[in-house]
Every structure is written in C-alpha cells, then in structure tokens.
C-alpha cells in the first residue's frame, strides 16, 4: 500500500479538492478528519466535524480512540487499496494519521499551493472562518445518516466539478457543506429568545396563519445540534389546513437552519383556532 499525502492549513480547501486530487493520483481510498472514503462512501472512522469542541476534534482527527482506529484499519485490509490519500494541515500531521493507523509513511506530499491559486485559498479560508461552511468530500445523500441533526444544505453544497479524459468522458465529482457543532472562534449558542423571534417570523411568511402560542424549545438529547419544536397555532378561514401547515412546517425549518446553523429533528404542530379570514 502506497500512501500520499495532501497538505494544508485548516479551510484552505483541501476537502473541495480531495476528490480531483486522489483521482488525479490514482488513490482509491481517502482518510480525512477521522473518516475513511471509498467509492464516493464513509465506510470507516467518525468524523471530527461532529465533535462539540475543537480540541476534541483533533484528536478525532489524527486518531487517538482505538475503536475508531481498528475500524478504519479492518476496512482497509478488506478494501487492500494499492494507494490511499491522506488529508493534514501539515506533513507532521499526515505521518501521526500512518503511524495511528500502523501504515506505511506517506511516500509523497501534496500541497495544497500545488493544486490552488491564492485566490481559490483565499476564498475557501472566508467560507470556513465567516460563514461556518466544511466540505466533506462525499455526496450529501450519504452523508446525512452520518450526520443527523446537523445542517446540510443539499442544493448550496453540491458542488460539481467535470473533467474531460482522453476518451472524451465526463466524471463528476460530489461533496457536501455542513456547519458542525465545534466553531474556531468557541462555542456559539442561541438563547430560546432568538429560536422564539424566527419561529413568529415564519408565522408572518405563510399566508393563513394568524399566530400562534405555547411555542416550547427543547434541545435533542441525543448529542446533536438538533431541535424539537412544540407549538399551537391559528388559521384563518379560507385555506386548506393541510396546505398551510406544509407550508408552515417547511417554513420554520428553512428560517432556523439558515439563520443558526442548528436542525429540526421534531415540529409538532397543533391547529388550536380557525378565525374569520381578514377584512
């Protein structure tokens, strides 16, 4: 088994490029933040993108949790790739991942300079560090059973990039944003004020509701960045019920998950009132 490095500092756009990267290399197998990639799959590991802190993150990152390790080492003796591709902000980096992993020492280094202009660098470090964005490099249907309760935007963060071979053919390559619990900046929390004030202002976005009332917030308690909304509600006459709670439902979903970064697991919506339409 051959190893190859790909380097660089943190949001510079390593995990936009994986993909082309280790294609271009001839790479079947991808380790990055703690995960193993094959065939466009997370088939090993646990991603560092899912721990609540930053210092937990790097240790899920360079594998320091023997489950995660053996997991990843027993994929990789059944896959038996005759070359894999490892993702670190620094070379040292990558050779702790070989050395945790008991594989060989990367036997070359890219870096991320060798593949990005300094404006590309420059643009992928503004999506990291002011709007929260991480790209992992897989689609997003496969990523969303690994990453319930966290935002993923499936029509923003598809981003496609086509490459013409030789024989004229056309290959695509998917990757996913997400916006993960952990933040370089520390942890960022919303009061239940805040997740109040944007749950009344989808009220104001779908016409038929006149208000509503009993709004209860409640944080998932199994461990991710995910909500459980209860509320009561009144309709005005004219509309169909089922027309303006699907409306409603898919409403407050796209105002908190846009606005916070955080999910709705669960929205119980009851319909307590119907009104006389306005004047």
Known sequence: MEVIAFVGPSGTGKS????????????QCIIDDGILIHNNRIVAGFSAKREESRLKAVRRAIFQDPVQVKSVQDQLRKINPERIMILGTSEN??????????????????????VASARDIEKAQYARLKEGKHIIPVPTMELKPHFKGYLIDPIKSIWRRKRVHKKGAEEDFEKSVIRPVFSYYGKLTFSDNVIMALIKNSFKKVQGIAGGSDIKIKKSNKGTNALLLNMDVSVYYGRPVK?????????IRNEIEYITGMSVERLSIVVKDIKDAKA
């Open 16 to 27: 936009h490029r994986a993909l082309v990267v280790a294609h271009e290399n001839n790479a």
């Open 93 to 114: 980096m990558v050779r702790k991942i070989a050395k945790a992993l008991e594989i060989p020492a990367p036997a070359r280094f890219i870096h991320i300079e060798d």
């Open 243 to 251: 027309d303006i709670m699907g409306e409603l439902n898919k409403a």
